[in-house]
């Protein structure tokens, strides 16, 4: 399973912006990895994993602004087309649970 994060925060002012800073280091350092700005992807094993990589996002979304969560399978993911542009290599398309990269 993936858990997708999208977000979409405000960078007005110099608070705005420490959030929206604290809030991607936040994702970065959960092993989120970004997909596209503002689009983060994670792996998760199963359900319950996923479940919690959501409320662990949830516990930390910033106060202004919009968060969204997208729960998919692998499957799913796999169907994704990227139609202009490259794929990205640093994004890790596999579902093995040792991964050395």
């Known amino acids: 399973m993936r858990v997708i994060v999208f977000f979409d925060l405000p960078v007005k002012t110099k608070n705005d912006r420490r959030e929206y800073?604290?809030?991607r280091k936040f994702l970065v350092k959960s092993g989120f990895i970004m997909m596209q700005e503002s689009?983060?992807?994670?792996?998760?094993?199963?359900?319950?994993v996923a479940a919690g990589i959501s409320e662990s996002v949830r516990?930390?979304?910033?106060?202004?602004?919009v968060v969204q969560l997208l729960t998919v399978t692998e499957?799913?993911?796999s169907k994704?087309?990227?139609i202009?542009?490259?794929?990205?290599?640093?994004?890790?398309s596999s579902d093995e649970r040792l991964l050395i990269l």
């Open 39 to 48: 689009v983060y992807s994670k792996i998760a094993l199963n359900q319950n």
């Open 75 to 77: 499957k799913q993911f």
């Open 21 to 23: 800073s604290r809030f």
């Open 84 to 92: 202009v542009g490259c794929s990205s290599s640093n994004v890790v």
């Open 80 to 82: 994704m087309e990227t």
């Open 59 to 65: 516990k930390q979304k910033p106060k202004a602004g």
